[in-house]
């Protein structure tokens, strides 16, 4: 991710008044997204042990889906 790109990012945010952490893969759509085998954009939640939690969540969810046990 060049600083342009993260230039760019940070201004995304900002408009849109995303508040809370964001992870920027220095690979792009090449990394993370490969990995889970993600498309298009959206709040995917990964939690810090790598496990996602949910794809498209909603913002008032987060914690909610954090706290329940990812194994049932």
Not at 14 to 33: C, E, L, Q
Request: hydrophobic share 35%; no cysteine; charged share 35%.
């Amino acid at each position: 991710m060049t600083e342009r790109d993260k230039s760019k990012a940070a201004d995304i945010l900002k408009k849109h008044k995303i508040a809370w952490p964001n992870a920027f893969d220095p690979d792009g759509w090449n990394g993370v997204m490969r990995r889970f085998n993600l498309s298009g954009y959206g709040l995917t939640l990964v939690d810090k042990e790598g496990i996602v939690r949910g794809i498209h969540v909603h913002a008032r969810d987060v914690e909610r889906l954090l706290k329940e046990d990812p194994r049932r």
